[in-house]
T-cell receptor, first 111, second 114 residues
Framework: SQTIHQWPATLVQPVGSPLSLECTVE??????LYWYRQAAGRGLQLLFY??????ISSEVPQNLSASRPQDRQFILSSKKLLLSDSGFYLC??????????FGPGTRLTVL | AQSVAQPEDQVNVAEGNPLTVKCTYS??????LFWYVQYPNRGLQFLLK??????LVKGSYGFEAEFNKSQTSFHLKKPSALVSDSALYFC????FGTGNQFYFGTGTSLTVIP
């Protein structure tokens, strides 16, 4: 069966520091991968999605970036964090099922 | 443009009573519709989906949803609410005609009162 992992689970970072969040999927090949941010426990904002290695689509201009160095690995990065980057970051995958499956999330607090 | 609306930020229901969480959608093609549930500080869990066929779809934990094409709605229902159903619920739509994106509603917070 397929599983999705995210780490770390929680992270506290100072403003201006770099960021690297990692997501990996097991049990499937060539998945579509997604990064979302959820602020204040409500709506989901799609940040990036990828249909294959090295293929990244950005939905929101910001100081974040994403990379997909391997088929089942999706990384969210920033060179300098802002206070507004605080939130709950969710990774998700889809294909071959039509629905998405979500990871456990990373709670990021920028101080 | 594709979109999903959840008109209620908050729904309160007494334990044992039926519950409904509303969702309407707008897509250019045939919709694939989904419901997810989120507990505090957790990822979203898939509940059910409508792809094609019977308008009433059944999912996990006793939830069901009714697809209504003429009203462009996909309301989530449960005949008898449990306190443990208290959570945040998201409706989502996927339009394969526009690629691989999913469009989520803003979420409805359900509170089941003992």
């Amino acid at each position: 069966s397929q599983t999705i992992h995210q780490w770390p689970a929680t992270l506290v970072q100072p403003v201006g520091s770099p960021l690297s969040l990692e997501c990996t999927v097991e049990g499937t090949s060539n998945p579509n991968l997604y990064w979302y941010r959820q602020a204040a426990g409500r709506g989901l904002q799609l940040l990036f999605y990828s249909v294959g290695i090295g293929q990244i689509s950005s939905e929101v201009p910001q100081n974040l970036s994403a990379s997909r160095p391997q088929d089942r690995q999706f990384i969210l990065s920033s060179k300098k964090l802002l206070l507004s980057d605080s939130g709950f970051y969710l990774c998700a995958w889809s294909i071959p099922n039509p629905e998405q499956f979500f990871g456990p999330g990373t709670r990021l607090t920028v101080l | 443009a594709q979109s999903v609306a959840q008109p209620e930020d908050q729904v309160n229901v007494a334990e044992g009573n039926p519950l409904t969480v509303k969702c309407t959608y707008s897509v250019s093609g045939n919709p694939y519709l989904f419901w997810y549930v989120q507990y505090p500080n957790r990822g979203l869990q898939f509940l059910l989906k409508y792809i094609t066929g019977d308008n009433l779809v059944k999912g996990s934990y006793g939830f069901e949803a009714e697809f209504n094409k003429s009203q462009t709605s996909f309301h989530l229902k449960k005949p008898s609410a449990l306190v443990s159903d208290s959570a945040l619920y998201f409706c989502a739509v996927r339009d394969f005609g526009t690629g691989n994106q999913f469009y989520f509603g803003t979420g409805t917070s359900l509170t089941v009162i003992p």
